[in-house]
């Protein structure tokens, strides 16, 4: 007879990537673990939370709160994304990431692209990002802890969920000018996108980022991912993949 314990991970698929940063880049707000410096023990706490143009998280805090004194004493920190549904909240897909945050000091251009980011993502968040006592924070990513669902536990690196590449940095120079006309000019292909790819139903879809692996919509308070394809290998691909996916999308929609 076997006496060894099973392994209830499961080897790291691409779907299980594909998983993980739909949950990361969909999260409208976390759970957020730290170290309380007076006591040393767990502190959590709900946050808002956007992404990077890398998939890092992106969180904005006010310096009086336990949660911001416990990440500034101590880096370390750990995130933990995924909506529950209807049914067992546990039978929901759901990630733990452990991160290091930094602080994202005003006027650098990581400062700078947070902000923009993260009130695309979350605009009602204008009313406070500039009171002198709010910081961004960029929570980089060490490791992760993938729960897709009973018996689906992955162990994910940090190369599964963060991007990485020159490419990165080209298209996030681009990408602010790129979702602005998007949004301006063709609404009617992101809600085809969102009608095809996403397969939601409701209407008011507008972007809200775009990044070399796919872009994220929203409407109201729902949020979706949709990925490319295949990640782009610079920004000159940018426009021929959303010119063909519109394209894709318009004449599925329309059958």
């Given at each position: 007879m076997n006496d060894q314990?099973?392994?209830v991970l499961r080897e790291t698929d691409a779907e299980a990537i594909r998983l993980a940063k739909t949950l990361v880049r969909a999260a409208r707000f976390g759970a957020l673990a730290a170290l309380d410096p007076e006591t040393g023990a767990p502190l959590a706490s709900r946050v808002g939370v956007?992404?990077?143009?890398?998939?890092?998280?992106?969180?904005?805090?006010?310096?009086?709160?336990?949660?911001?004194?416990?990440?500034v004493a101590d880096q370390r920190c750990s995130l933990l994304l995924g909506e529950p549904g209807k049914g067992d909240p546990l039978a929901h897909a759901?990630?733990?990431?452990?991160?290091?945050?930094?602080?994202?000091?005003?006027?650098?251009?990581?400062?700078?692209?947070?902000?923009?980011?993260?009130?695309?993502?979350?605009?009602?968040?204008k009313l406070y990002v500039g009171l002198g006592d709010f910081s961004f924070f960029?929570?980089?990513?060490?490791?992760?802890?993938?729960?897709?669902?009973?018996?689906?536990?992955y162990a994910l690196k940090r190369e599964d969920i963060v991007l990485d590449g020159p490419a990165v940095e080209e298209?996030?120079?681009?990408?602010?000018?790129?979702?602005?006309?998007?949004?301006?000019?063709?609404?009617?292909?992101i809600a085809n996108y969102a009608r095809h790819f996403a397969k939601a139903d409701s209407?008011?879809?507008?972007?809200?980022?775009?990044d070399i692996d796919g872009f994220d919509i929203v409407a109201g308070?729902?949020?979706?991912?949709?990925?490319?394809p295949a990640p782009l290998k610079d920004a000159r691909e940018m426009r021929e993949m959303l010119v063909a996916m519109a394209k894709e999308a318009r004449e599925a929609v329309q059958l």
């Open positions: 314990p099973k392994d956007a992404t990077d143009a890398d998939g890092s998280p992106l969180i904005l805090v006010s310096g009086l709160a336990a949660h911001t004194k416990a990440i759901r990630i733990t990431l452990q991160c290091r945050a930094v602080k994202l000091e005003r006027e650098t251009p990581e400062r700078i692209r947070a902000e923009w980011r993260y009130l695309s993502r979350n605009p009602k968040a960029r929570l980089d990513i060490e490791r992760a802890s993938l729960n897709g669902g009973f018996g689906k536990a298209l996030a120079a681009a990408e602010q000018r790129a979702v602005d006309h998007m949004n301006d000019d063709h609404l009617d292909a209407a008011g879809w507008i972007m809200t980022g775009l308070d729902e949020a979706r991912r949709i990925f490319f």
